[in-house]
């Protein structure tokens, strides 16, 4: 059989799922790859080496990352540990804040930002305010101006208060009373009183904060929606000049309107257009609210289905409450949807789904398409997420401890998916201002890490000084661990870090320091079909052309492990300068015939603290019946 050549252009379908192995006939088979780890692919379709990721701080334990931006100028980074919010300009903390939660309420936090506020809500937590001032950070919780309230009770339980005003007694018909109704308010017949003790299930003492009407038993009353006792608000955002707080412990399935232009009032009064609206998700399942988020609409995330609701503006009378798609979000952690031009990326509850919630005007709804179809295999209980629109890359840690990352370009109908890994395992990741953060995990040792272009290694700490030293510290997080070093930007045989710092030799004006890892990019099967049908013998690779961009060192795999091309002879545990970047074609000659069909005909790999980016790869195959 002659010579087959096949030129493959693009890799802009990403890793694909095993079980597309046998699908030829697929568009994303031509364009695809068998297995992409720490790479990136460009949204012109070529693979480039991901950056590395600069070490910042160590942390007490595991965190949460929240972006903030006040203004063009001033981005920040909040990281949420066990009791406390640091926050992060640049590399360094401007302030650490105390707050009421623990390390196993940090998946379960929502928020959402306003100017120079941010939100933050738990279930179990009383909301929380975290302001930016000319003085500097506060955090305090929530002060409602007019909190909503909500009849938990059965319809035929009274209230009977002892008196019309002051210190008062109020006697319940039935058990109602909780310890954690200490602090909360009742509405008898209108009329607010704070309750200031628990004295059993049926009895509460409280004080009258307006005049109530008498003190005959009444029906007519109801409590605060959101307290110790009830719970505390699950979502939150801001839609139209309103604060919407989505679902509740105990009313999971709740959404709350605050009054225009007050975001705290969520008195309903008397359905005026400004005034406070407030409803149930009411339907043939249950829709337990994970997340609110605006866009064309105000868009609501439940544990069964995605809605929609409209309103130009809102208003009591003209919201209206339509359910989209049955996908569903998880109920164990809060991962907020992000923005990707236009259309609204959520996860979805099954674990393994990433979909695309966008509006068609043709239908007039939204869809949610799966992003993940391709590459089910990636994409496994993801915990954290953030997008990067400068260089259209949604990042997605999973709960194994790797990032997939998604390059998603819909106007060139590029959805490609890889997976980044670290020595250790990411645990969360957020995007501000461009810079990418992420929360990594080394041996039960947490610290806060930024992935940063023309780092080569993770967990990165960089030096330069005027005189040549040999000796370089400052790296107490890398402690006993082998460390791999570009010095004047060449590669050096790898050291140990001991009480914190490192030998090399020959002393370097500069070095970057840090944990080495791997990047691997092999094809899928050749999939040749002839004139007379598919070819399904032995195979043999006559030769190989890599088209590269600004490359410094590329290891390529034959069939006889991976060697360093002709191009570059590169030993990187000898180099004493940093080898310069090529830009051009290589041609390697395959060696050997094969039987195994689905074994990789070429394969790139390597560690080397080197830039390598790949645009094209051109094959020339034999085959015999």
Not at 58 to 66: K, S
Not at 556 to 579: I, K, M
Request: aromatic share 8%; with cysteine.
């Amino acid at each position: 059989m002659p010579a087959v050549k096949r030129a493959k252009t693009s890799f802009a379908a990403g890793e694909l799922a095993p079980e597309l192995l046998g699908r030829g006939d697929l568009r994303a088979f031509e364009n695809g790859a068998r297995r992409l780890r720490n790479v990136f692919i460009q949204p012109t379709g070529g693979v480039t080496r991901r950056p590395g990721l600069r070490h910042v701080l160590t942390l007490p334990g595991a965190a949460r990352l929240i972006p903030f931006e006040f203004n063009t100028e001033q981005t920040y980074v909040m990281v949420l540990t066990a009791g406390a919010l640091r926050v992060l300009q640049g590399d360094a903390a401007v302030a650490t804040l105390g707050g009421p939660w623990n390390a196993a309420m940090l998946p379960q936090i929502g928020f959402t930002q306003s100017a120079d506020t941010l939100l933050l809500v738990h279930p179990d937590m009383v909301p929380q305010r975290v302001t930016r001032t000319i003085a500097g950070w506060t955090i305090a919780p929530w002060a409602f101006i007019r909190e909503p309230f909500f009849r938990f009770a059965a319809p035929e339980v009274t209230l009977a208060p002892t008196a019309t005003g002051g210190a008062i007694t109020v006697t319940a018909s039935a058990a109602i009373f909780l310890p954690g109704h200490v602090g909360a308010r009742l509405r008898i017949a209108g009329k607010r009183v704070i309750v200031t003790a628990v004295l059993s299930t049926t009895q509460a003492n409280a004080a009258v904060e307006e005049l109530l009407t008498g003190t005959t038993a009444t029906t007519d009353w109801d409590e605060a929606a959101f307290s110790t006792a009830r719970g505390w608000p699950v979502s939150c955002g801001f839609h139209q000049d309103r604060l919407v707080v989505g679902g509740s412990r105990d009313l999971p399935n709740r959404l709350w309107f605050s009054r225009t232009g007050d975001l705290f009032d969520f008195n309903a009064g008397t359905g005026l257009d400004d005034e406070a609206i407030e409803f149930g998700l009411v339907s043939d399942q249950v829709n337990a609210i994970r997340g609110v988020f605006s866009g064309r609409h105000l868009q609501v995330f439940t544990s069964g289905a995605e809605w929609m609701v409209t309103g130009d503006p809102l208003t009591p009378s003209s919201i209206q409450l339509n359910r989209q798609t049955r996908v569903g979000s998880p109920v164990d952690r809060l991962v907020p949807p992000v923005d990707v031009d236009g259309a609204t990326v959520f996860v979805a509850r099954g674990g393994q789904g990433v979909h695309e919630f966008a509006y068609t005007d043709v239908s007039q709804a939204y869809q949610a398409n799966d992003l993940a179809i391709l590459a089910r295999h990636i994409v496994s209980t993801p915990v954290s997420m953030a997008y990067d629109q400068r260089a259209r890359l949604l990042h997605m840690v999973m709960a194994d401890g790797g990032i997939g990352t998604l390059t998603l370009y819909r106007a060139e109908q590029v959805t490609a998916w890889t997976r980044q890994e670290t020595a250790g395992a990411f645990r969360a990741v957020a995007e501000s201002d461009g810079t990418v953060w992420a929360v990594t995990e080394r041996d039960g040792a947490f610290a806060l890490e930024r992935f940063e272009s023309g780092l080569a290694l993770d967990a990165a700490l960089t030096g330069a000084a005027a005189i040549a030293q040999d000796e370089w510290s400052g790296l107490a997080h890398l402690e006993g661990r082998s460390v791999g070093v570009l010095a004047d930007g060449a590669p050096r045989e790898s050291a140990t870090v001991t009480d914190g710092k490192v030998t090399i030799d020959p002393p370097s004006n500069t070095v970057q320091i840090g944990l080495a890892f791997r990047h691997e990019i092999e094809p899928l099967p050749p999939d040749i079909i002839t004139s007379s049908g598919a070819a399904t013998g032995p195979l043999r690779l006559v030769a190989v052309t890599f088209r590269l961009l600004d490359t410094a060192a590329l290891s390529v795999d034959l069939g006889r492990g991976a060697e360093p091309v002709p191009f570059r002879r590169l030993d990187t545990s000898v180099l004493d300068a940093a080898p310069p970047s090529f830009t051009g074609d290589v041609t390697l000659r395959g060696l050997g015939w094969r039987r195994d069909r689905l074994r990789p005909v070429w394969r790139v790999e390597g560690d080397a603290p080197l830039p390598m980016t790949l645009l094209s790869v051109t094959t020339e195959i034999r085959m015999t019946d």
